[in-house]
């Protein structure tokens, strides 16, 4: 067994106080990939916790140019050891180095952090509110105490727990962040943190702005989610562990930002059928199967209604799906996981079109797998037939008629998006008018004549839905500012002397922050 890899912990990599340690596997070989990690104790992380609430009060000294300067250094950092980190992203995760890593994945865990530079130098998140009258002003400001990142298997960059999304959205708003790395890639993980270290010895912000862990106990990650010194957690990944700890995290009083899962329901009217349907059953296959369906974005639910134009798209989607090559999965996990997701979906009523049993890739894999159930079968059992299969599947309801199609929408769990696929002859108009209502208020975000599978880093993007999409419907975890607002709090100030208020709410303007001052939306200076 090669040496125990450190952790980071107040501004030092050093070895840990491990109560066990645990090999990752490269996915394609199945082979331990030749590093050894620590799982930490609950002395270490209390003593993570303590360095992040020490770090937190620093931080709220410094100028945000500093929190901007840093994220800037670190993209820069990244960038410039790319090869490495997305050689040892690839080996953990068997994702491809290109495009998947190097193209696209690395790019945009760049630019989003580039974006939450500018969200820290702007401030605009802050939304200042100043009421002249009454003499009472506010604005958002962190969160007391450091943020805990659990981030998912499925983007070892772009959601990673030091360089992702929750992260960049919790620096970005002030806070300082202890990443739990995920277990499936932690080698990764370690690369990121080694930068954003240099990051902030470049930079001079508090030594443990950022902090790394690789896994705890069950009853550790309680302790930690729902510990009195820690602000708020982000987490991605399974809902059996998600809600786990959840509980642990509201006893406490503690906010937690779960994304858990979503099956992302697609509809495909009559008319958009009998217009192009092999086009959309090419677009359905290509999205479902890409990256072996291991996005929370997959689609995982078609709507369709009975008729031959339906049976000729359920015969071309099954012939893409057996044709098509299979991929390697994330973890043997991953693999188990999509098993025991057919099963359930199978013993509910769902009849096995294509696949449905484990190999047939390079590595942990399974065959691409499509089912089939009539939407009176849905309706009869929609828990178990809304089984999320995280992974190359995806489920195929016939609805009878336009009236039971429109009821499916009624039975469906929150969910990040829904798609609703109609003609350009305005024929499906009527059934669109039935169905996006009801479908609008169970999705995060909802498309037109397009599958869900990008999630474009964007200030307009939501990412979330409601539960078990995620915990809560009032909040992203992708597209800045409004992704930073969840590791706020409004603090309000009452008849505050002018020489104490924030910058931000004084008077004076220099930096040109829209204000909304008594109502109206403004950059101008009061007075």
């Known amino acids: 067994m090669s040496k125990t890899q450190p952790v980071l912990i107040a501004g030092q990599w050093r070895d840990a106080d491990a109560v066990s340690t645990f090999e990752p596997n490269n996915p394609v070989t199945k082979q331990p990939t030749g590093e050894t990690y620590p799982v930490s104790s609950q002395s270490e992380v209390e003593e993570a916790i303590r360095a992040a609430a020490a770090a937190s009060e620093q931080l709220q000294q410094r100028d945000p140019e500093d929190v901007a300067r840093f994220l800037e250094v670190f993209a820069d950092r990244i960038e410039a ?79 990673n727990s030091v360089a992702g999304g929750d992260f960049v959205a919790a620096i970005a708003a002030g806070c300082p962040v202890i990443g739990k790395a995920n277990s499936s890639h932690p080698g990764t993980s370690r690369l990121l943190a080694e930068e954003a270290l240099a990051a902030i010895t470049d930079t001079g912000l508090p030594s443990a702005t950022v902090q790394l862990i690789y896994r705890t106990d069950h009853e550790v990650g309680k302790r930690l989610v729902s510990h009195p010194l820690i602000g708020a957690t982000g987490y991605t990944g399974s809902r059996h562990a998600g809600l786990t700890l959840k509980a642990a ?116 894999s399974f065959a691409n797998t499509l089912l089939k159930v009539s939407g009176q079968r849905f309706l009869a059992q929609p828990e178990a037939l809304q089984t999320e299969a995280f992974g190359n599947e995806s489920l195929l309801v016939v609805a ?83 992704s930073l607002r969840r590791f706020t709090m409004l603090q309000c100030f009452d008849n505050v002397r002018p020489n104490r208020l924030p910058p931000l709410l004084q008077d004076q303007n220099p930096t040109k922050v829209q204000r909304c001052v008594d109502g109206t939306w403004t950059e101008a200076t009061i007075g």
């Open 81 to 159: 050891r790319r090869d490495e980190i997305v050689a040892m992203a690839q080996t953990e995760s068997g994702l491809p180095a290109s495009p998947r890593l190097d193209g696209i994945e690395l790019p945009r865990t760049t630019d989003q952090i580039r974006q939450a530079a500018a969200a820290a130098r702007s401030r605009a998140w802050a939304m200042p509110t100043i009421d002249t009258a009454s003499g009472i002003r506010s604005m958002l400001a962190p969160l007391e105490g450091g943020v805990a990142v659990f981030g998912p298997n499925n983007f070892p960059l772009a959601f």
């Open 249 to 364: 995290a509201d006893q406490a009083g503690k906010p937690i930002y779960l994304e858990l899962s979503s099956i992302n329901p697609v509809y495909v009217l009559p008319g958009a059928l009998s217009e192009r349907g092999d086009a959309i059953a090419e677009d359905f296959s290509t999205s479902c199967l890409m990256g072996t369906g291991q996005f929370c974005t997959n689609p995982g639910i078609v709507v369709l209604v009975a008729g031959a134009e339906t049976d000729a798209f359920i015969d071309a989607v099954s012939a893409h799906f057996r044709n098509a090559k299979v991929g390697t999965m994330l973890a043997a996990g991953v693999e188990s996981g999509m098993a025991d997701s057919v099963q359930t979906l199978t013993a509910a009523g769902a009849e096995l079109l294509v696949g449905g049993t484990p190999g047939g890739g390079e590595g942990y």
């Open 400 to 482: 009878a008629d336009l009236d039971e199609a429109v009821e499916l929408a009624r039975h469906f769990e929150g969910n990040l998006t829904g798609s609703i696929y109609s003609d350009t002859k305005n024929s499906d108009e009527a059934a669109y008018d039935r169905i996006a209502p009801l479908l609008r208020r169970k999705v995060g975000r909802l498309l037109n004549d397009k599958m869900p599978t990008g999630v474009a880093v964007v200030g307009s993007m939501n990412h979330g839905g409601p539960f078990p999409a995620t915990g809560h419907p009032g909040f992203t975890a992708v597209g800045i500012p409004a």
